[in-house]
Nanobody, 124 residues
Framework: QVQLVETGGGLVQAGGSLRLTCAASGRTFTNYAMGWFRQAPGKEREFVAAINWNGVTTHYADSVKGRFTISRDYAKKTVYLQMNSLKPEDTAVYYC?????????????????WGQGTQVTVSS
């Protein structure tokens, strides 16, 4: 069992930066691929970024490549999403997810565990 808690959301001006944190509980954190998703009002949830269980392989949505960076800290059981050069279209609720299959996270938006989400609002 893995529980996920996201923090770090907030209001930022376009061009600014935020770092989201996802704290995981459970002894099997190292076994899971981790991902970030987002959902804007009136839109479906979409994949943002993912990192494999070994922290070596990462994937990003085209819309965030070069601006967002996902990383993980095994000692702290934490996953980060560093978001730079934010745009108003990045405004959404951001969710952390954990799953046994990186491909399922990236391609199918399927995960075993989800956090409650944190709001990110980018003003123009």
């Amino acid at each position: 069992q893995v529980q996920l808690v996201e923090t770090g959301g907030g209001l930022v001006q376009a061009g600014g930066s935020l770092r989201l944190t996802c704290a995981a509980s459970g002894r099997t954190f190292t076994n899971y691929a981790m991902g970030w998703f987002r959902q804007a009002p009136g839109k479906e949830r979409e994949f943002v970024a993912a990192i494999n269980w070994n922290g070596v392989t990462t994937h990003y949505a085209d819309s965030v490549k070069g601006r967002f960076t996902i990383s993980r800290d095994y000692a702290k059981k934490t996953v980060y999403l560093q978001m730079n050069s934010l745009k108003p279209e990045d405004t959404a609720v951001y969710y952390c997810a954990a799953g046994g299959d990186l491909r399922a996270i990236v391609v199918l938006a399927r995960a075993d565990y989800w956090g409650q989400g944190t709001q990110v609002t980018v003003s123009s």
